[in-house]
């Protein structure tokens, strides 16, 4: 007799939001009336009825370790206030989340899961959906309603009746009308204008970097999570290391690296948290062998 043990992904709980992970991050928010980014649980993006589960800060920061002058506690405290000082003054209120902080921003160092604040935990989830991905496609690939005749083509970045997860190893440029559901993981630059949207969670994990160019109207349901891990010193001349497109252990940073986030586009688009859309994630992946064996019968 064979046996088999299956699973799906485990994604661990996410402390925000938006969660900013490692030292001094580059930031850029929107001075956009409509835009926000909200911690308390919303609604259910198919059915509108409340969530109902736990909120969280609107963003959390994060890192690994200290710099020898500062311990990783206060490095994730610096990185909090370079996020709130890149708020607009006239905006602070649209960032508000489960603790009634105006706005807020928050050092999340002691609620974090440890896959989610250093760079050999990072680099497992990033394997494990990976391992888990429903498509994959390398650095900038065509985003059609079909992929027939195209090589390296995305043609749907999932919906709420049927998530998928979505690997992309290198950059993601979107524009336009494009929403999806399930768990998007981009390991280079994830760019986006227009209405783009997601119910479920972004990972911008390895170069650590998303563009948002703009106003729109999309709403991203669930939460997002930005981190830097990658070596990337070689991307420029086509050589090694190079994270984004080769998201190996060779390839990692010794440390996090600062993260970047540039939403210079507005709109009425914003970052909403959401339990029911966290649970699309989760059951996005399908079940997956880890383990086999043959017993005598």
Known sequence: MIQYEVARLAVPPVPAALTMVGPNPTASMPNSNPFNIIGTDGNDPTTGTACGGTGKPAVGTVTDTGNGTETAAQLATDSRNTLINAI??????NYTGADGCTPDVQNAENVTNTLFSTVQGLSSVVQNVQNSATQTAQSNPTVASSCAGISNCISSLGTDANPKVTVVDGDLTLSGNVRGAGILLVTGTL???????????????????????????????GAV????????????TGTQPCYSTNPTQANLLTQLGSPTLDWSGGGGNGIQY???????????PSFTVIARREVTY
């Not at 607009?88 to 209120?93: A, D, E, I, K, V």
């Not at 650590?208 to 109207?217: D, E």
């Not at 830097?228 to 070689?234: E, F, K, L, P, Y």
């Open 225 to 236: 999570i930005v981190a830097n891990i990658g070596n990337n010193s070689g991307c420029s």
């Open 274 to 284: 959401n339990t029911c859309a966290l649970n699309l994630a989760a059951n996005a």
């Open 191 to 221: 760019t986006y204008s227009g209405n783009f949207g997601f119910d479920g969670i972004v990972m911008a994990i390895g170069s650590g970097k998303i563009v948002a160019n703009g106003g729109g109207n999309g709403q991203f349901n």
């Open 88 to 93: 607009p003054s006239n905006r602070l209120g």
